[in-house]
């Protein structure tokens, strides 16, 4: 059986966090697997290993911003065009082409004329689900601004139509696409890793339940912003008012959630709430959380979730979270309803409550991440390769 060549592209830096995280990794997978013939990405970071396939066009996202500067026009619709016409002006002849939502139809639609099959990551859930799911919060915070600017929600859903396979990371996903009439057999689903050897518990801190008597620590890792659902968490730990405990926010700080955050500071008056910005590499602050808690509105995975449970760290996720496909509720983690403040609430009190049965899960949580592995990953999107092109 020939093996089959690859060209991937995404239109992010790479390593880095979230999608840039992900598409490392799959990078990785695809050259383990010899199935990599070239690779485009926007950037490739002086912490990623240098691979000679992989081709980098960071001028295209400096000049993106640039643009949308002087011209007003939205940077994201900028620069992925803009990635994306550079990819297909240098494609060339391959098995398959693995592009990346939003970076791909250009590129898309030239692999189809060169003959190749292709396969979209598509990272969240349907463009539409994503958008019902998100533009009743964004009115009641009074943003004039939908989910999705119009170009990017166009572009999105003719990516969907062009491409021959829909690569995957959650059955939450996979479900959206469904609903919207794709075919089962165009959806590759596979879960995505985490790196066990650098993700793994403060030994002996998570070894020996050490009593009540320390802090509570709530740890909260990804973008302060509506989607996420932070603003819930915000009500939730503000009607607790528990006693030896601490809320710490770890993120970039979007402009939608400035007033939401400034307020809900105001009213802890430095107490309880910490806030930080994004950290390369969270560790250390998973390793000293007591539970570890996205109450996403919508997430296609969550890679935080596994990278929590891999040191030992229980989770507190939403139905809306992929990476529950990865959550045994009540043995290493909770799942929860989303828009729900008062379940947020309840689930904080009864760990706060139970903290040797928390410290239990802890242990369990990281049982469980261990079966996920980014090698495991990696062979899952080799075998689902080979299989679309035998």
């Keep these: ?6 060209i991937f592209s995404v239109g992010v830096g790479i390593p880095g966090e979230g999608m840039g995280n992900h598409a490392y990794h799959l990078i990785q997978g695809l050259e383990r697997h010899h199935l990599l013939l070239r690779g485009f990405v926007m950037q490739v970071r002086k912490n990623g290993n240098a691979l000679p396939s992989i ?12 643009l949308a500067r002087y011209t007003g026009i939205n940077q994201y619709v900028l620069r992925d065009n803009g990635f994306d016409w550079w990819v297909a002006r240098q494609l060339h002849a391959a098995t398959i082409f693995y592009g990346w939502t939003h970076h791909a139809l250009w590129s898309l639609k030239k692999a189809k004329k060169l003959k190749m099959l292709t ?9 539409l ?5 998100l533009e009743a919060e964004y009115r009641k915070y009074g943003l004039t601004d939908r989910p999705y600017h119009p170009l990017i929600l166009k572009k999105h859903l003719q990516e969907l139509e062009v491409a021959d396979y829909i690569a995957v990371t959650s059955q939450f996903t996979k479900q959206s696409l469904l609903e919207h009439g794709i075919d089962e057999q165009r959806i590759l689903l596979t879960p995505l890793g ?18 009540t008597d320390e802090t509570f620590r709530v740890l909260y890792v990804g973008q302060l912003c ?4 932070v603003q819930y968490l915000l009500e939730a730990w ?8 601490k809320l710490v926010l770890v993120g970039d700080l979007l402009p939608e959630f400035k007033n939401i955050l400034h307020d809900a500071l105001a009213c802890d008056q430095g107490r309880t709430i910490r806030v930080a910005a994004h950290v390369d590499d969270p560790v250390a602050l998973y390793q000293q959380a007591s539970v570890c808690i996205l109450p996403t509105l919508e997430d296609g995975f969550g890679l935080v979730v596994l990278e929590a449970m891999a040191c030992g760290v229980p989770v507190i996720i939403t139905e809306h979270t992929g990476a529950k496909d990865c959550v045994r509720h009540g043995l290493d983690g ?21 903290r040797e049965q928390l410290h239990t899960m802890g242990v369990q949580a990281r049982q469980q991440a261990c079966h996920f592995p980014w090698r495991c990953y990696q062979d899952g999107i080799a075998h689902h390769l080979h299989a679309i092109t035998t």
Excluded: W
């Design 55 to 66: 081709h980098a066009t960071y001028f295209i996202e400096k000049m993106a911003y640039r």
């Design 226 to 229: 509506l989607r996420k659902g």
């Design 238 to 245: 503000h009607t607790l008012q528990l006693k030896y405990a």
């Design 194 to 211: 985490v790196d066990v050897e650098h993700f793994t518990p403060d030994m002996p801190a998570k070894l020996q339940f050490r009593g």
């Design 334 to 354: 909770f799942i929860i309803p989303p828009y729900c403040s008062e379940s947020i609430a309840e689930t904080l009190t009864y760990c706060y409550d139970h």
């Design 129 to 133: 689900t994503y958008s019902r799911l």
């Design 119 to 127: 396969v979209l990551e598509r990272a969240n859930a349907h463009p």
């Design 1 to 6: 059986m020939n093996t089959p060549s690859v």
